[in-house]
């Protein structure tokens, strides 16, 4: 016959005369005719397939040497069939099974055969097996149980397995395809590869030449798709299916889409980095316990028959397994370079990490993996990067509070000021699993301008990826300049004469409880944010003097970490910075807020969290409030314990446009003066058990649009000129026990849209709703996070 010269002249050649020496030794050895008979046969089929082969090799783009090892498996073929051509009838069966050779080569190379015809496989789109996992593995058989009871379990058909990179996904989802008992219930596994890069058409091909399906020739996506829905309905007919598909990018939401089939029998398990909700609920794999860290560090790291120059101390290995704070591949990494080395090789890893030095910057391998999560953000998100980046000026272990952020970012990445991109912001950064953001309130997320109860906090690795990428560039071109203080050692270059000449818009500067708060001279000429956190055993910090010249400074945020309460002295510096617009306080003291020399004529937000003595701070003051906060648009005042009364200063603000007071217990009262903020439109007043009403000047307050006394528990009922507020949207009055009775004013609030309360509330508000069309009562279940503590 004549056969068609396929894959280019090469590879055509060669195919063309393996099927002439199949043809020739037909003729020479007519006893075996019906073994080579079946051969010919088969190399007829294979040839339309080898055609698609070399088709999709060129539009893949592989590398030449893909056809190069097909054309040396015909090669082989030929000399099998000369030496067949040759035997004698006594070599019968050493000849029959020269022929099983060569379709057992071509098989398991690039073949496979069934009732549905012959499919080329390519190597180096992989298998739809997946490979053994690590014969050890720790901290798994939970996440295995808990998996294995949604597989066997009927309803949701799709999850998601999310955590960071290095945690043990693709290990737990190759541990559950070998699982015996998740063999035994799925008797169809799928296991494909996604990553980056995927080819979709490509991925269902596979899915076809795994199930010894014929590759239909798809049209696009759409096409492949639908037939690949056909194939497994045929499939789940013999058995139950599962299909796992490992390591999926954020921004790959297109692709999950094609994957939402309503297929009885049929589950589909992901594994990401990222959250899924739209495709699925999420599993979220935890880092290690103690003790597991510990064991995998052991085996990582100290020899099975305990051989080296000697063994570590129990404390030294304890040490060090702490440092990797529970990361499965930290743990490897570490204790791979550690293994067989001498005590004081581990002595010496261990005052490098004591001394700041962080894992990230000396292991590559772990640098590489928790770097490839930055690199799946594209261009479009580069101000996600940005923001990942920013989160390295916080101190580790230690909760970042979100109002804090939305502060900073609202200047250095021109954010809106009510923060509602920023948290948008860490919601897609927490859905990468390069954040856990916290929200200690249940309903918080209802009140559109408050994010008082949300926090953020950070696994260690992921703050030094952030530091190690921002000290990339030299000192001078950093944009952030982040130091961690250790007593009072500074870097050399702080304490050189001739400084160089610093360009950061972010600046953090970190002591701990052995700083003398001696600060030396800096420049920053372009700052505009100044994170200055501590941890004092003395009762006072001192600003430093340089930043009277930070010109451009416009966020302030000063966070003592210590137990006690810090008196801030020195706070004069800020007289001269004309540009600060935010200023964020937490767990400090302040003599005195307004004195002749100090005008804050620019700021327009101000934040006093756990802070003492606020009445007496302003009470001492020797110029009106109004006169140093002349632009003051917003006050958030939480957990200031000592605070009795509000000053009534506070009530000649004119410009005010959201007043906060939070969790406030010895307040026993607002002053009836709060009526002449007019511009007032979101007041807070919550969880200040001690106050027992509102005052009655409230009903001047025509712009209010959101009023919250969530946790007034002493509250007994509501001002009569309530009604008043014909601009009120929103009403948060959980956890009121003591409201007896609502005025009948409140038929007058027409554009009253949501009332958020307890089941008791909600009955005194039923039987209003009919004059009030718009209304929407919510009665959201009482959850209470302490996850943050």
Not at 273 to 281: C, L, T, V
Not at 546 to 572: H, I, P, R, W
Not at 705 to 715: A, E, F
Not at 761 to 773: K, N, R, S, V
Request: hydrophobic share 40%; proline share 4%; net charge negative.
């Amino acid at each position: 016959m004549a056969l068609e010269l396929v894959g280019g002249a090469a590879l055509g050649a060669v195919f063309k005369k393996l099927f002439v020496a199949v043809e020739d030794a037909r003729t020479k050895a007519t006893k075996f005719d019906s073994s080579l008979k079946k051969l010919e046969e088969t190399l007829k089929s294979i040839n339309p397939s080898i055609l698609e082969m070399k088709r999709m090799n060129d539009q893949l783009d592989h590398p030449k040497e893909e056809m190069e090892k097909l054309i040396q498996i015909l090669k082989d073929g030929e000399k099998l069939i000369h030496k067949c051509s040759k035997v004698s009838c006594c070599n019968y069966f050493k000849k029959g099974r020269n022929n099983m050779q060569i379709l057992i080569l071509l098989k398991s190379n690039r073949f496979s055969w069934s009732n549905r015809g012959v499919s080329v496989k390519y190597e180096s789109l992989g298998s739809c097996e997946a490979t053994d996992p690590p014969a050890f593995m720790v901290g798994l058989d939970v996440p295995l149980k808990e998996l294995k009871r949604w597989l066997f379990t009927d309803g949701e058909s799709r999850i998601v397995v999310s955590a960071p990179g290095g945690c043990g996904k693709t290990t737990l989802a190759k541990r559950l395809c070998h699982d015996q008992q998740v063999k035994e219930y799925f008797q169809h596994i799928f296991y494909v590869t996604v990553s980056k890069t995927f080819n979709l058409i490509g991925i269902i091909k596979k899915l076809f030449w795994h199930s010894d399906e014929q590759v239909p020739g798809f049209q696009n996506e759409e096409d492949a798709v639908n037939q690949l829905e056909l194939m497994l309905k045929r499939k789940v007919e013999s058995g139950r299916i599962l299909l796992v598909l490992d390591d999926v990018w954020s921004g790959s939401e297109s692709f999950l889409t094609k994957f939402n089939f309503q297929i009885s029998g049929c589950k589909v398990l992901i594994t990401s980095r990222n959250e899924f909700p739209k495709f699925g609920s999420t599993y979220y794999l935890k880092l290690l316990s103690e003790e597991d860290a510990k064991t995998l560090f052991r085996h990582s790291a100290i020899p099975e028959d305990g051989s080296g120059s000697s063994m570590p101390g129990e404390d030294l290995v304890n040490t060090i397994v702490r440092r990797c704070k529970g990361f499965p591949l930290a743990l490897e990494v570490v204790g791979r370079s550690l293994h067989g080395q001498p005590v004081e090789i581990w002595r010496s890893t261990l005052m490098k990490l004591s001394e700041g030095q962080s894992i990230v910057n000396s292991e590559d391998e772990l640098r590489n993996c928790l770097q490839s999560s930055l690199d799946a953000l594209d261009d479009k998100d580069i101000m996600l990067k940005e923001c990942f980046m920013d989160l390295g000026s916080f101190p580790e272990d230690q909760k970042i509070p979100a109002t804090a952020l939305i502060d900073m970012w609202a200047e250095l990445h021109k954010l809106d000021k009510d923060g509602i991109y920023a948290i948008s912001n860490l919601h897609k950064l927490c859905s990468r699993n390069l954040l856990n953001l916290v929200v200690t309130r249940n309903d918080a997320n209802e009140i559109d301008w408050c994010y008082n109860d949300a926090f953020v906090m950070q696994h260690d690795l992921l703050r030094d990826l952030a530091i190690y990428q921002s000290n990339q560039e030299s000192i001078e071109k950093r944009k952030r300049l982040i130091m961690d203080l250790t007593g009072n050692r500074l870097p050399e270059w702080w304490t050189k004469e001739n400084q160089p000449q610093l360009s950061a818009r972010l600046v953090s500067i970190s002591t701990d409880e052995m700083f003398s708060s001696s600060w030396c001279n800096m420049e920053l000429p372009e700052a505009e944010a100044l994170i200055l956190n501590f941890n004092q055993t003395e009762n006072k910090y001192e600003l430093p003097e340089f930043m009277k010249q930070m010109d451009k400074l416009k966020v302030l945020v000063v966070t003592n970490y210590g137990f006690c309460a810090a008196e801030l002295t020195n706070f004069s510096v800020l007289s001269s910075l004309s540009n600060l617009k935010r200023i964020r306080l937490e767990q400090v003291s302040i003599p005195t807020l307004c004195n002749t020399s100090m005008e804050l004529k620019n700021l327009e937000k101000l934040s006093l969290v756990m802070c003492h003595k606020i009445g007496q701070a302003f009470a001492s003051s020797t110029i009106q409030i109004p006169e140093m906060l002349p632009n003051l648009r917003e006050i958030n005042i939480d957990y200031c314990n000592d605070l009795v009364e509000l000053p009534e200063g506070f009530c000649d603000l004119v410009q005010l446009n959201k007043l906060s007071i939070s969790n406030c217990h010895k307040l026993s009262a607002l002053p009836e003066g709060i009526g002449k903020l007019t511009n007032l439109e979101v007041l807070r007043v919550s969880a200040c058990t001690l106050v027992s009403k509102l005052p009655d000047s409230m009903g001047s307050l025509h712009k209010l649009s959101v009023l919250d006394i969530t946790g007034c528990l002493r509250i007994r009922k509501m001002p009569k000129q309530i009604g008043e507020l014909r601009g009120l949207r929103e009403l948060h009055m959980r956890r009121c026990p003591g409201l007896r009775e609502l005025p009948p004013s409140v038929t007058l609030l027409v554009d009253l849209e949501r009332v958020i309360c307890d089941e008791e509330t909600a009955q005194l508000w039923e039987c209003y709703t009919h004059l009030l069309p718009n209304l929407t009562l919510s009665v959201p279940e009482e959850i209470i996070n302490l996850n943050w503590l």
